[in-house]
């Protein structure tokens, strides 16, 4: 219990004692036991009304301070500093917010404000009264870091990381890392090769002796909080060891007689259950697709480092965050959507990048040459609420108007229809629009009220649309071929999801904790997210945010240690009969269960403790307390206001 | 349904307007325009129409002519597609595809042809003219090759087939946007004609919605009456018209006046002052491209005004001539260059810019049905 109290109201020059009467509040507090001292402020917050409430802590040994001003939200940490400035703990500082919640809140009612404003200093009386020091809680943190996917954003993230001087396991599920982007061929705005900027990528990041990548690798159990996580990290077998020659590879993949659908295309081609990486895949080293392989031998024959001895191996590491990085797949249509699955001409806008990588000089596809494709956008984005994805994929405009321009400078006679719903190619990529639309490339825009009709009729296919630009006119055209513009939606990882424990949004992504002031953290401490696992993004977007956690969570690490705030839940053992409630209750997974002599008790991860009570009032025998807000603090506030 | 077909912004791209497929719809056009309607959302919807080829969409609207191109959509448009060039050379597009022996479209899209086709009219009329005094040495070495009625046959024929193609283009005309219009030959339509055809006269007579194109913000507003686009043209509209009134009447009455106080002469002379006005200040803008309508000037604008000039300048150095009863070589020069010329405009009629002349009042006709 704290003696001598000393309390100050605040007139916040009018804000305050305009619709407060400050004399009456202070003759009110006055005699209220163990208060000490009671001072008004023209401004509190002034340099000099902070050393004289410095001083008096300093000359009259107060041990608690009260000041009456305004919401703790402006200047909490303005009079904990000088609390802790004099000698006194931070946490033996209380604020009442008597300006938003007595002034402001009630300006047509003074002697209503005032009274209102004298109970909310009581209050705060009673609370300073049994307040406690508190230190802040240091935990050691190892400065390195797991990123999880190796596609462009999680590379920018390793050597960005690793540039700050800290450790990365770069994490990727697939053989190659890469992702997404060497799929792609020419991305906008500025006419880059995606192969070429994951190769790029990858030099740099085997250049740095302070990443370790690891291919095949998935994580399947993650235990610890921030700062001290220890990870079981799976890695699947490649079957071959070594650098086996281009030749070797190439008789191996010849000698392979298991077939299956190449992935990489889109399905489009078949590859072999040998797998050779693909123009920006790296390692340039080739996998055996374990799902596939029948385990025959014949690769072995071909090339010398093949080995189907090797086995699935599992390593520990101790990480002190993560950066998820795990990237987007595009959308799957459903059988059906715009003929896709029914006709043969239907492909998606990926399928179609790489048709256009696998032709030469003229556009071909199932034998016949394209000169008319019809694109239909928002194909899986911006769907109906009952629907799906009502989400815009943000990408997939710019991808699709350069489609069109790399068509047409490629196979020449090209004639590209758009059936769009409003064209997105915002920033730069304005120019890839303007690209498009000056070499006459046909844009039609249509609602989701009338999405475009695929029609066969004989050996012809026609796009159908009620065209707003013409006024609702139904317009037709023919196509040889129809290119889905697919949207986003986040890279199927169930696995990893119910480790990391990141909350999703309704549309599936991973949730920051706020859109545009913590946009690359999770509510789980040392975990973080970035790239198109979030959000759809292009890769300039990927990239930014891949950066912006790198440097987020390098701010974390790099000292060594954690300073936790020590408004935390504790636990009292003997009070404690492990109803489990609390557990239950706790967002944050911080409470445990732990034996103390024999009885099963909670324990708090403080680590994980946000210190947000909701296990508090759950707790049957009040064995578990809020430091800073104890339910003694509490109560005696509640006393407080109801003596009136 | 209706087909798309890119392949036909080629073909009117071949007509003059290069821009128009930068366009990406914002609208801008139709909204600074005074022109347009409820219902009739011109130019932007031409644009589109042009954009994806749909001819027949082109072909039957009205709205084509109820532009005077005042250029206000053009000097506005964000995207610089040019909508109020690209309206003017749909018109030309159009008078082409009216006009059915296709003599309008190569004129249209080919320069060297229309110049060819003006020379070698300017070489079949000068002959047609010296052979009206038969004793001259030209006339008795072409006799002896060609008889006098082949080569007057010849002349009834050029008049008979413009005459025949006008007509065809205004039934085909007719049949495109009556399509649209869904016009019907009830009892109520000619009560709806008679009201049409008084709200054309008026329009020819006044240009009132010309005058609706002087919008505040253009730079027309600032600049004196005389000055305006509108009144340009209605100095150039009626010059002729009076001179072609004034002719056919010293044509009626076999006379040509001697004396410039004869009613018809003064009627000429005040007629021909106002057309060379007309096409002096015409021609003046076009030279120095005061605004992009003026800039887009094509060789059809050219030899259109251009004849039009020249008839007026040597119809006066005649008047003038004649006045001071000067009998020199030069003189007869000019008259044959004055006839000429206005031969070929009349020859032409159906076939050039001039054209509009019955296309415009027209589709201002079925507009108001």
Same mark, same amino acid.
């Given at each position: 219990m704290k003696k001598k109290i000393g309390v100050y109201v605040c007139h916040c020059g009018g804000n305050i004692s305009d619709h407060v009467d400050i004399e009456k509040v202070k003759a009110a507090v006055?005699?209220?036991?163990?208060?000490?001292l009671v001072k008004n402020t023209l401004?509190?917050?002034?340099d000099s009304s902070q050393k004289e409430i410095g001083s008096d802590i300093e000359n009259?040994? $107060?041990d608690a301070i009260v000041v009456a001003s305004c919401s703790p939200k402006l200047h909490l940490n303005t009079f904990r500093g000088v609390a802790q400035r004099a000698g006194?703990?931070?946490?033996n500082y209380v604020q009442v917010n008597?300006?938003?919640?007595s002034s402001w809140a009630h300006s047509d009612n003074k002697t209503g404000a005032t009274e209102k404003a004298i109970l909310l200093v009581k209050a705060g009386i009673a609370k300073a009264k049994e307040s406690e020091a508190l230190q802040s809680l240091k935990i050691p943190a190892a400065n390195v870091v797991a990123v999880i996917g190796a596609g462009v954003g999680g590379m920018k993230t390793a050597i960005g990381l690793a540039d700050m001087g800290t450790e990365v396991y $770069?994490? /990727?599920?697939?053989?190659?890392?890469?992702?997404?982007?060497?799929? #792609?061929?020419t991305v906008s705005?500025? =006419?880059?090769?995606g192969a070429i900027l994951t190769e790029k990528l990858y030099k740099e990041v085997v250049r740095r002796p302070n990443i370790t990548l690891f291919t095949g690798?998935?994580?399947?159990e993650k235990s610890g909080s921030i700062g001290n996580f220890d990870l079981k990290i799976a890695l699947r077998p490649r079957f071959v060891s070594g650098n086996p020659s281009t030749e070797a590879m190439q008789r191996a993949a010849e000698a392979c007689p298991v077939a299956v659908k190449d992935d990489f295309n889109f399905g489009l081609t078949n590859r072999r259950a040998f797998m050779l990486p693909a123009?920006?895949?790296?390692?340039q080293v080739p996998a055996i697709d374990q799902s596939a392989?029948?385990?025959?031998?014949?690769?072995t024959a071909a090339c010398h480092?093949?080995?189907?001895?090797q086995e699935v191996q599992t390593i520990t590491l101790h990480v002190g965050a993560f950066v998820v990085n795990t990237g987007f797949d595009p959308y799957q249509p459903a059988?059906?959507?715009?003929?896709y699955g029914e006709l043969d001409n239907v492909i998606t806008l990926p399928q179609f990048r790489r048709l256009m990588e696998m032709n030469e000089s003229e556009l071909v596809f199932n034998g016949k040459k394209i000169k008319k494709i019809a694109y239909i956008y928002c194909v899986g984005s911006r769907q109906d609420d009952d629907e799906g994805?009502?989400?815009?994929?943000?990408y997939c405009c710019t991808a699709t108007s350069l489609t069109a321009v790399l068509a047409k400078k490629k196979f020449g006679n090209i004639i590209n229809f758009h059936f769009n719903? =409003?064209?997105?190619?915002?920033g730069k990529h304005e120019l890839v629009y303007e690209a498009a639309s000056k070499q006459g490339d046909i844009f039609l825009q249509f609602s989701l009220k009338s999405i475009p009709q695929i029609e066969k009729r004989g050996n012809k296919t026609y796009v159908k649309v009620k065209d707003i630009l013409t006024a609702g006119k139904e317009l037709e055209t023919e196509a040889d071929l129809i290119v889905l513009v697919t949207g986003m939606v986040p890279r199927k990882n169930e696995l990893l999801a119910q480790q990391l424990k990141i909350p999703t949004g309704r549309d599936h992504f991973f949730n920051e904790i706020? +859109?545009?002031?913590?946009?690359? /953290?999770?509510?789980?401490?040392g975990v973080l997210i970035a790239g198109t696992c979030q959000s759809p993004k292009n890769i300039l977007e990927t990239v930014n945010s891949s950066m912006a956690a790198a440097a987020k969570i390098n701010s974390v690490l790099t000292k060594g240690e954690l300073s936790l705030e020590p408004t935390l839940a504790k636990v009292n053992p003997a009070a404690?009969? #492990?109803?489990d409630n609390c557990s239950k209750a706790c967002?944050?997974?911080?409470i445990l269960q732990t034996e103390i002599n024999g009885k099963k008790v909670a324990r708090v991860n403080e680590s994980n403790?946000?210190?947000? =009570? +909701?296990c508090t009032p759950v707790c049957p025998t009040d064995a578990i307390d809020l430091a800073g807000y104890t339910n003694a603090q509490v109560e005696s506030m509640i006393d407080a206001l109801a003596e009136a | 349904m209706t087909q798309i077909q890119p392949e036909l912004t080629e073909d009117i791209k071949k007509y003059g307007a290069f821009?128009?497929?930068?366009?990406?719809?914002?609208g801008n056009c139709t909204a600074v325009c005074n022109l347009t309607e409820k219902n009739s959302n011109f130019p932007r919807m031409m644009v589109r129409y042009s954009m994806l080829g749909l001819k027949e969409e082109i072909l039957s609207s009205k709205e084509l002519w109820m532009?005077?191109?005042? =250029?206000e959509c053009s000097d506005t448009c964000p995207r610089e597609a040019g909508p109020g060039v690209l309206m003017s050379n749909l018109r030309r597009y159009a008078i082409a595809n009216y006009e059915k022996t296709g003599l309008t479209r190569l004129m249209f899209k080919n320069n060297p042809f229309f110049i060819a086709i003006t020379l070698i009219l300017a070489v079949v009329l000068a002959f047609f003219l010296l052979t009206i005094?038969?004793?001259t040495e030209v006339a008795r070495w072409l006799f002896r090759y060609v008889p006098y009625e082949v080569l007057h046959s010849f002349g009834m024929g050029a008049f008979a087939l413009m005459g025949l193609s006008a007509f065809v283009g205004v039934v085909v005309m007719w049949r495109h946007i009556g399509k649209e219009k869904k016009i019907a030959f009830t009892g109520e339509f000619f009560k709806k004609a008679v009201n049409a055809a008084k709200k054309v006269i008026g329009e020819v007579a006044t240009l009132k919605r010309y005058q609706?194109?002087?919008?505040?913000?253009?730079?027309?507003?600032?600049?004196a009456v005389w000055l305006r686009p509108w009144f340009v043209h209605w100095t150039i509209m009626w010059g002729f018209i009076g001179l072609l009134v004034a002719t056919t009447l010293d044509f009626i009455f076999k006379d040509p006046a001697?004396?410039? #106080?004869?009613p018809s002469r003064i009627l000429g002379t005040i007629a021909g002052i106002l057309m060379v006005y007309g096409s002096t200040v015409a021609l003046n803008y076009r030279f120095r491209k005061i605004t992009k309508t003026y800039a887009n000037t094509l060789m059809a604008d050219w030899m259109f005004l251009g004849f039009l000039w020249l008839a007026g300048i040597t119809g006066f150095w005649l008047e003038i001539a004649v006045a001071m009863g000067a009998d020199l070589f030069i003189n007869h020069v000019v008259l044959m260059i004055h006839i000429i010329i206005s031969m070929e405009l009349v020859i032409l009629f159906a076939f050039s810019k001039f054209a509009h002349a019955f296309y415009r009042p027209l589709a201002l006709f079925m507009h108001n049905l």
């Amino acid at each position: 219990m704290k003696k001598k109290i000393g309390v100050y109201v605040c007139h916040c020059g009018g804000n305050i004692s305009d619709h407060v009467d400050i004399e009456k509040v202070k003759a009110a507090v006055r005699d209220e036991a163990d208060v000490y001292l009671v001072k008004n402020t023209l401004f509190a917050c002034a340099d000099s009304s902070q050393k004289e409430i410095g001083s008096d802590i300093e000359n009259e040994h $107060l041990d608690a301070i009260v000041v009456a001003s305004c919401s703790p939200k402006l200047h909490l940490n303005t009079f904990r500093g000088v609390a802790q400035r004099a000698g006194l703990n931070p946490y033996n500082y209380v604020q009442v917010n008597i300006r938003e919640q007595s002034s402001w809140a009630h300006s047509d009612n003074k002697t209503g404000a005032t009274e209102k404003a004298i109970l909310l200093v009581k209050a705060g009386i009673a609370k300073a009264k049994e307040s406690e020091a508190l230190q802040s809680l240091k935990i050691p943190a190892a400065n390195v870091v797991a990123v999880i996917g190796a596609g462009v954003g999680g590379m920018k993230t390793a050597i960005g990381l690793a540039d700050m001087g800290t450790e990365v396991y $770069l994490i /990727e599920k697939d053989f190659f890392v890469g992702g997404r982007t060497p799929q #792609w061929g020419t991305v906008s705005p500025n =006419g880059d090769e995606g192969a070429i900027l994951t190769e790029k990528l990858y030099k740099e990041v085997v250049r740095r002796p302070n990443i370790t990548l690891f291919t095949g690798a998935e994580l399947v159990e993650k235990s610890g909080s921030i700062g001290n996580f220890d990870l079981k990290i799976a890695l699947r077998p490649r079957f071959v060891s070594g650098n086996p020659s281009t030749e070797a590879m190439q008789r191996a993949a010849e000698a392979c007689p298991v077939a299956v659908k190449d992935d990489f295309n889109f399905g489009l081609t078949n590859r072999r259950a040998f797998m050779l990486p693909a123009q920006g895949q790296f390692p340039q080293v080739p996998a055996i697709d374990q799902s596939a392989c029948t385990r025959c031998g014949e690769c072995t024959a071909a090339c010398h480092e093949v080995d189907l001895t090797q086995e699935v191996q599992t390593i520990t590491l101790h990480v002190g965050a993560f950066v998820v990085n795990t990237g987007f797949d595009p959308y799957q249509p459903a059988q059906g959507e715009y003929g896709y699955g029914e006709l043969d001409n239907v492909i998606t806008l990926p399928q179609f990048r790489r048709l256009m990588e696998m032709n030469e000089s003229e556009l071909v596809f199932n034998g016949k040459k394209i000169k008319k494709i019809a694109y239909i956008y928002c194909v899986g984005s911006r769907q109906d609420d009952d629907e799906g994805n009502t989400y815009c994929s943000r990408y997939c405009c710019t991808a699709t108007s350069l489609t069109a321009v790399l068509a047409k400078k490629k196979f020449g006679n090209i004639i590209n229809f758009h059936f769009n719903r =409003g064209i997105r190619t915002y920033g730069k990529h304005e120019l890839v629009y303007e690209a498009a639309s000056k070499q006459g490339d046909i844009f039609l825009q249509f609602s989701l009220k009338s999405i475009p009709q695929i029609e066969k009729r004989g050996n012809k296919t026609y796009v159908k649309v009620k065209d707003i630009l013409t006024a609702g006119k139904e317009l037709e055209t023919e196509a040889d071929l129809i290119v889905l513009v697919t949207g986003m939606v986040p890279r199927k990882n169930e696995l990893l999801a119910q480790q990391l424990k990141i909350p999703t949004g309704r549309d599936h992504f991973f949730n920051e904790i706020h +859109m545009k002031l913590r946009p690359v /953290e999770t509510v789980i401490d040392g975990v973080l997210i970035a790239g198109t696992c979030q959000s759809p993004k292009n890769i300039l977007e990927t990239v930014n945010s891949s950066m912006a956690a790198a440097a987020k969570i390098n701010s974390v690490l790099t000292k060594g240690e954690l300073s936790l705030e020590p408004t935390l839940a504790k636990v009292n053992p003997a009070a404690c009969d #492990w109803c489990d409630n609390c557990s239950k209750a706790c967002p944050f997974d911080a409470i445990l269960q732990t034996e103390i002599n024999g009885k099963k008790v909670a324990r708090v991860n403080e680590s994980n403790c946000k210190g947000c =009570g +909701m296990c508090t009032p759950v707790c049957p025998t009040d064995a578990i307390d809020l430091a800073g807000y104890t339910n003694a603090q509490v109560e005696s506030m509640i006393d407080a206001l109801a003596e009136a | 349904m209706t087909q798309i077909q890119p392949e036909l912004t080629e073909d009117i791209k071949k007509y003059g307007a290069f821009d128009f497929t930068a366009c990406y719809n914002c609208g801008n056009c139709t909204a600074v325009c005074n022109l347009t309607e409820k219902n009739s959302n011109f130019p932007r919807m031409m644009v589109r129409y042009s954009m994806l080829g749909l001819k027949e969409e082109i072909l039957s609207s009205k709205e084509l002519w109820m532009c005077y191109a005042c =250029g206000e959509c053009s000097d506005t448009c964000p995207r610089e597609a040019g909508p109020g060039v690209l309206m003017s050379n749909l018109r030309r597009y159009a008078i082409a595809n009216y006009e059915k022996t296709g003599l309008t479209r190569l004129m249209f899209k080919n320069n060297p042809f229309f110049i060819a086709i003006t020379l070698i009219l300017a070489v079949v009329l000068a002959f047609f003219l010296l052979t009206i005094k038969p004793d001259t040495e030209v006339a008795r070495w072409l006799f002896r090759y060609v008889p006098y009625e082949v080569l007057h046959s010849f002349g009834m024929g050029a008049f008979a087939l413009m005459g025949l193609s006008a007509f065809v283009g205004v039934v085909v005309m007719w049949r495109h946007i009556g399509k649209e219009k869904k016009i019907a030959f009830t009892g109520e339509f000619f009560k709806k004609a008679v009201n049409a055809a008084k709200k054309v006269i008026g329009e020819v007579a006044t240009l009132k919605r010309y005058q609706n194109c002087d919008s505040d913000s253009s730079i027309w507003s600032k600049k004196a009456v005389w000055l305006r686009p509108w009144f340009v043209h209605w100095t150039i509209m009626w010059g002729f018209i009076g001179l072609l009134v004034a002719t056919t009447l010293d044509f009626i009455f076999k006379d040509p006046a001697t004396t410039i #106080w004869w009613p018809s002469r003064i009627l000429g002379t005040i007629a021909g002052i106002l057309m060379v006005y007309g096409s002096t200040v015409a021609l003046n803008y076009r030279f120095r491209k005061i605004t992009k309508t003026y800039a887009n000037t094509l060789m059809a604008d050219w030899m259109f005004l251009g004849f039009l000039w020249l008839a007026g300048i040597t119809g006066f150095w005649l008047e003038i001539a004649v006045a001071m009863g000067a009998d020199l070589f030069i003189n007869h020069v000019v008259l044959m260059i004055h006839i000429i010329i206005s031969m070929e405009l009349v020859i032409l009629f159906a076939f050039s810019k001039f054209a509009h002349a019955f296309y415009r009042p027209l589709a201002l006709f079925m507009h108001n049905l």
